[in-house]
Each structure stands twice: as structure tokens, then as C-alpha cells.
């Protein structure tokens, strides 16, 4: 199951040449809050899904240093041995049998080998920190690589949603990074996780400081939950057209179910008056990152990124009307994203390029975008993308709008038009029409729709 960088640079698949599909769940405290069988109910429930990756982390500390798992095993089995950053071989077994029941499911665990508090005080967890020297963090890296060695199911993400402050902090992550490239892992691909960048500007957040590092294989970031409409897409576009060219991934969005902008936006509303994302959210999200050129995408559920139970406190807000991580499961946005992977992989994958100027017109099929018809509304940003060999055009519109597409860079006579409705996950309609060089839309759905158009002669 190893994973690689595909020849173009942009995508991902196996070792055999045959696309992967970046579709992870996020489980950060699978390692402390699962039981082995919950696990397997978890796996089974995201790989039936269609997910190919869980995302959590080695160990993590939300709000007490060293917390055990649900046997009692804590990562470290004393606290000088904390300091010391040496691991509790109990607990790398533990790990190393998460990670074995992954891959009898397909999937790969993007395990972060530690959460920011540990190396720098700037986080949302308890600490302390312990990665003080590039040298403990490099041994530390070294460990991970060589336990997890037979596993070939295994990206590492270094980071853990802290921002790089000071060069000390960057040489913290480039040292971890050089220990799982020394050890036994050292062929598995690395990528960074930082925290929110919450406007949507480009700024050294996300992999940005580590662009240029050869050991960066994938470009990511985090576009969070802060606020409502975030345009993820404009920074999977600058990672996209930034050389070398590496594959960009949005590996934290939106949560399902979770606060909007946490409690920080809501404090002094009434619980029961607060908003919270919900699938289409979620949809929009993964939809316009990826028709931009992204990898893939990480879809997250709250009470499952925190694995929430009754009686648990809960990470980062208050908890009112949360519910189980068990409940999680049945979230519906967890449902609705293996449409699109599926069509994708149906089609020719690798040939996948944004195209936003295939767009002629927004509002209006008669005039091209302008300021009051155009295209760069977070709310309505319609997402287009097409296969460079010219077999098909992807159109994702997030509200109902009139769109004008350019169908002329497809060398066919005619076409063949499947409208889907990518909440209920199913095609609305489909037929087939001449290639006039513009196909005009209006859909029937309020709300978001998926246009595929298919080349069906040449």
C-alpha cells in the first residue's frame, strides 16, 4: 500500500500507478480514547465510505501532560522520560496494532507524530513542551520510523496546529523530519500541519515555511473553522502554482457539527441560538479545494475528532448539544464524499487541471464574469475543472446561478450532460447534446450541484 507522489507532481497513488484518493477522516485521539474494537468500528464504518486515510496522532494531550489510553498505557511511562521525549514501548505497540488494523481495512494512517504543545508554548493543549533541542527531536522522529517500519500504510504529519515563530521552531520540525527519513520509514511520505489561516490570504502558515525542503512531499493546510464561507480553493491555487510543484491537501476544514468560530465568535449567545457547520458546509469545502487542484481532502466530524463521550469535557468549546463520537458516525456529510472520488477515478485522474476560465459567464449566460456577475463571492464561487486531454469538464455550483461553460476545449461533436445532486449523492438527470462550443445551466437544486460533462465522440 505505499504511497507516492505521482510523475506530474500533483496527485498521489500507489506503488503501482493506480490513483489514491486522499479522503481522510480525522480521529486526532483514536490512540488515547479507543478501544482496539471501537477502532475497528470506526475503520470499518470510514472504509465502507469510501475514506482511504485516518488522520490522528501518535499521543495528544489535551488537557493533561501524558495522558494514558483506555488501558491505563500512557505514552511515557515515567515524566522524566516525557522530557526526555522517549517513548513507552507499550504504547508504540499500541500504536503498531492501530496501524496494522488500518491496513486490513485499506487504510493509511497520517499519524502526527506529536501535537504542537509540545514544541512550542503557542497551542491549545496542555504541554509541556519537550521538544527543546533538534537532537531529542530528531531521535524522536528516528523512533517512530523505525516502530512503525513493516507498516507501509503509514504518511507521517509533522507539525500539529501551531504556527512557526522563530527559526528555533522551524529547525524543531525540519530535525523530526530528518528522524523519520533516517529510520526504517524513511520512504513514506512527509507533510505539515499548522494552525487556521482563517482569512483565506497567503501569509507563512499552512507547509509554507518548508516549501523548498526536499523532505516535504505534500503541501497542507488548515482552513479551519473559524468562520463560515472560507475560501479553502484560493489557497489550494497558490500552493498549485507555486514551484517545485508538490501535491496541496486542505487537511483540516470545517468541521461537521462543530461551533461556528468556536465558542470565541459565540460567547454571549444562547446555545440553543448558535450556529454550527453542517454537510453542506462540509460539501463546499470539499468540493471547490478539490476541482482547484487539491489531492484530495480530510473531512472531519467534531465529537469524532475529539472522540467525545457522555461525561467527557469537551476540546475548544463548551459542549453544549454535543453529541458521540459513536453518533458521529451516522453524521450525513460523511456520507456524501465518495461521489466525486468516484467519479474521479472513473475518469482519466491524472490529467485533472483547474480551470476557472472555462467559466464565460456568472448571472448571465450572454456576458462574461464583471463585478456584479462574477466568480469571487465565497458564498457562490463556482468551481470548474477539466481533463487536459479534453475528455471531460467539471463544474461544481455551491447556489443556484446561471453559468455559461466554454465547452470548446472538448474535441467532440457532442456531449453528454450528468447533473448530480451531491447531497443525495445520486445523478438528477443526464442527456446528451450537440457541442455548440458554450453549454448554458441553470440548476434545479437551491443549493449546491455537480455538472459533469463527458466527451462522447472526437
Known sequence: MDIKVSPNGRFLQYSDGKPFFWLADTSWMLASKLHMEEARRLMADRAAKGFTVIQSLIFRDMFVPNTPNVHGVTPFASEADMYAAKLNPEWLDWVLGITKMAAEYGLVMAWLPTWGDKWTVHNNSAGPVIFDTDSKAEAYGRTLSDALGACNNVIWVVGGDSVIRTPAEAGIIRAMARGLRSGASRGRLITYHSSSYGDGTDHPLGSSVFHNDDWLDINAFQSGSVRLNLPNYRRIKTFYDRPPTKPCLDIEPNYEWAPVGWSRLQNGIPPEHRAFFNDYDVRRSYYRSVLAGAAGFSYGCDPIRQIYRPGDRSHAWDGWGIRTWEEGLAAPG?????????????????????????????????????????????????????????????????????????????????????????????????????????????????????????????
Request: glycine content about 6%; aromatic content about 6%.
Open 334 to 458: 460523511s456520507s456524501q464524499l465518495r461521489l466525486l472520488k468516484q467519479l474521479l477515478l472513473e475518469r482519466s485522474y491524472f490529467t485533472r487541471i483547474p480551470d476557472n476560465g472555462l467559466l464565460e459567464g456568472v448571472g448571465s449566460a450572454l456576458h462574461p464574469p464583471d463585478e456584479k456577475a462574477g466568480n469571487d463571492h465565497p458564498i457562490s464561487h463556482i468551481a470548474v475543472a477539466r481533463c487536459s486531454a479534453g475528455s471531460y469538464i467539471l463544474v461544481y455550483v455551491p447556489i443556484r446561478q446561471m453559468v455559461a461553460i466554454d465547452t470548446s476545449v472538448l474535441p467532440a461533436k457532442r456531449l453528454r450532460i450528468s447533473d448530480y445532486d451531491p447531497e443525495a449523492g445520486v445523478r438528477h438527470r443526464s442527456w446528451e447534446t450537440e457541442n455548440s462550443g458554450v453549454f448554458h445551466h441553470v440548476p434545479s437544486r437551491q443549493l449546491d450541484t455537480l455538472l459533469v460533462i463527458d466527451a462522447i465522440d472526437s
